[in-house]
């Protein structure tokens, strides 16, 4: 008798937590076989951020849709999926709640298994997207619209938040600084963009490294240093550009720094402050020279997708982690805190 034929894992992953739906159908964890999403960003510019009601709203619309572009996009019926997999938590609560209830819906309609899952592990397994075999331990550094983190991971599954903001996300203060600066939404591409080939140490802006060794993080006071700049007239292409350098050594320098600390044999990079060009850039040459290895997902794997989820779902398949049909949204869900 021969081995056991072994049969791939079909998950269909959803998200909702913030101003994306998405849907995607991941194989064994790796392969893509549909990512959609569905932004609502047009929806929330004219109010200058996330309306959350709005982005509820916009969800309900789109989940069920999604999940049917998924399935084509993936060339399966509704029978080929082996498990069903969302984001619970952290998030806005209504947001979480229409993805929550949409696949708890699928998986008892297919009869599959559940698979709950904290947002931030999708952006950390987004990494695991691009390069299964990335050793542990390893550090990632999550940064995002709700979160600056440092997490520690010795295997999959395992982490431990090592450093986080004790004000500001990265992400955030990106966001504050453009409607402060008038660059447009969301802030984060836009202070990229008007930062684009000016010189950064034009003006001086304070770095908040804390009390020694302390791999936490501060971006509320560079913001307030950001408005004086601001009233007394500088330009904004300045201002902005000296503002992402100011956040990028400190994200680098606090990520190095807890790097050595733990011993770690890679350091990833998450979230949707992972699409800064300047970030990546700078992080990798520091990785790449302390001899440890690097990785970051292409870009539209940064910003928020359901391929993330789907990939983060596959392991604890493997682990058996499912959940149950009380599966519910936790909007303060943390992740090894
Ligand atoms: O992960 P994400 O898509 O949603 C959350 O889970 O929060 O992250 C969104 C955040 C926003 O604050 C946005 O301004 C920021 O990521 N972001 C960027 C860039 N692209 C998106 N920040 C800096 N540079 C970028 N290119
Ligand atoms: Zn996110």
């Not at 079909?10 to 998405?22: G, K, V, Y």
């Not at 991941?26 to 200058?48: L, M, T």
């Amino acid at each position: 008798m021969g081995a056991p034929a072994v049969l791939a894992v079909n998950i269909l992953a959803i998200e909702s937590s913030c101003d994306e739906t998405a849907a995607a159908v991941v194989e064994d964890g790796v392969r893509i076989r549909a990512d959609v999403v569905r932004s609502q960003v047009a929806d929330h510019r004219k109010f200058g951020g996330v309306v959350p009601e709005v982005a509820s709203r916009r969800h309900l619309e789109a989940v069920n849709p999604l999940m049917a572009e998924a399935l084509e996009g993936a060339g399966l019926s509704w029978g080929g999926i082996d498990a069903v997999a969302v984001t619970y938590g952290p998030g806005l609560v209504g947001a979480l709640l229409v993805g929550v209830t949409a696949a708890k819906a699928a998986a008892l309609a297919l009869d599959r298994p559940l698979i709950g899952v904290n947002h931030l592990e999708g952006h950390v397994y987004a990494n695991f997207l691009v390069r299964p075999d990335l050793p542990f331990p390893l550090l990632a550094l999550v940064v995002s619209g709700g979160h600056t983190d440092l997490v520690l991971m010795t295997g999959h599954g395992d982490f431990a938040l090592v450093g986080q903001t004790r004000d500001d996300a990265a992400g955030e203060a990106f966001d504050k600084v453009a409607r402060l600066l008038d660059l447009g939404y969301p802030g984060g591409p836009a202070v990229e963009m008007a930062a684009a080939g000016v010189d950064p140490g034009a003006v001086g802006l304070p770095r908040a490294y804390l009390e020694p060794g302390s791999l936490d993080f501060s971006f509320s006071g560079l913001k307030t240093a950001v408005a004086r700049l601001k009233e007394q007239g500088l330009d904004a292409g300045m201002i902005a550009a000296a503002f992402q350098e100011a956040v990028v050594d400190v994200l680098v320098d606090k990520t190095m720094l807890a790097a050595n600390r733990f011993g770690v044999r890679a350091v990833l990079l998450a979230g949707g402050v992972a699409a800064n060009g300047l970030l990546r850039q700078r992080l990798a040459a520091r990785v790449d020279g302390a001899g440890l290895v690097f990785c970051c997902p292409p870009h539209r794997l940064c910003t928020d997708n359901a391929a993330m989820i789907g990939a983060a779902a596959y392991y604890r398949f493997l682990r058996g982690e499912l959940a149950g049909l009380d599966l519910n949204a936790e909007p303060g869900l943390s992740l090894g805190g």
